[in-house]
Every structure is written in structure tokens, then in C-alpha cells.
């Protein structure tokens, strides 16, 4: 029995240090600004086969640099088929970053990455084939945030999103 209570220890350790790691927060893509991505795009519906866009694209020329908009580890780089090219990092407060539609990923699973670290290049992969280049860029908890769940159409989804626009704009100013 002791054995247990020193791993759900350990596992409660580890948990609350991810949460009280401080979440510094940057603009991902190199060069944009608050006229880079529309503010009342998070949530949007109807959004072609996703239904809903949980996220923000951030409207740049192809091949722009792609930061890491937090501090975190690579989990996830390689190909979706609505993301295309794709990087997931785990951030501080246990939080899913995803940066989908690059040109090309620039850094590879395992990899510890920073405000500095260069992820990637903006694209128009996967379903953003034919349409001006972007990212999209999207922020998801795996722990249920209850509270932001509503009626509307996948609204049960939103404990599990965060809206990067806030954050982006907190970011430039």
C-alpha cells in the first residue's frame, strides 16, 4: 500500500508542478499583429468539415517563421489530413499547442522548445490547400475546463478549447 501512495504522490507532484510552471505567452507567427488574424474567428460555425473552427489562422506569406508561442515539449510533428503539416507542443498548465497547415516543420518530437525555438514555416497544407497562407493556430486543455461548455452546436467541445485570441492579443498589445 505504501508503494501506491508514493505513486499517486509522485502523480499529484506532477500535476500540480505542471500548473504552477508560469505560462509566458508569444505571437507565433514572426511579424503579425493584431490585423493578422480576425478576433471573432474562434468558434466560428458553420466551418467546412470541422464544423466548428476551435482555433485562429494568422494570415502571413508562406514560408514565414513559425515560433513557439509557449515554452513546452514536442509531442507530436508530421502530417494531418485537415491539419497538413503539423507541430503539437505540451505547454505549461498541462495545454495542448497546435500549429497546423506549415510548409515545413522545422523541429521533431521529443525536442524541448522556447519563445526562440523556430517550429516551423507558414503553409497551406491540408485543407488550407487553394486558400491564402496561414497557421492555425489552437490552444486545448485534456483537462475538462466544465464551466466553458454551452448549448451551442459543439458546444459540449469548448471545455476543452481555450480561445487563442485572447491570448494572441495579450501577446501584441
Known amino acids: 500500500m505504501r508503494k501506491w501512495n ?12 505542471g500548473f504552477l510552471i508560469p505560462e509566458s505567452f ?20 458553420p ?15 508562406k514560408g514565414k517563421t513559425v515560433r513557439a508561442a509557449t515554452p513546452g515539449i514536442v509531442v507530436y510533428t ?9 507541430v503539437l507542443i505540451l505547454g505549461p498548465k498541462w495545454r495542448f499547442h497546435y500549429y497546423a497547415h506549415l510548409d515545413a516543420i522545422e523541429t521533431s518530437t521529443g525536442s524541448y522548445v522556447n519563445h526562440q525555438s523556430k517550429i516551423g514555416t507558414v503553409g497551406t497544407t491540408g485543407n488550407a490547400q487553394g486558400k491564402p497562407a496561414h497557421l492555425h493556430y489552437s490552444i486545448k486543455t485534456w483537462i475538462p475546463y466544465f ?5 451551442s452546436r459543439q458546444g459540449w467541445k469548448k471545455m476543452f478549447y481555450l480561445n487563442p485570441v485572447e491570448y494572441l492579443n495579450a501577446a501584441v498589445g
Open 147 to 151: 464551466w466553458k461548455a454551452d448549448k
Open 47 to 61: 466551418w467546412g468539415s470541422s464544423i466548428t473552427h476551435k482555433g485562429v489562422d494568422i494570415f502571413a506569406k
Open 26 to 45: 508569444r505571437m507565433p507567427v514572426s511579424g503579425a499583429d493584431r490585423n493578422s488574424y480576425a478576433q471573432n474567428s474562434f468558434w466560428f460555425y
Open 6 to 17: 508514493k505513486v499517486l504522490l509522485v502523480v499529484c507532484s506532477l500535476l500540480l508542478a
Open 78 to 86: 508530421g502530417e494531418l489530413s485537415k491539419g497538413g503539416k503539423v
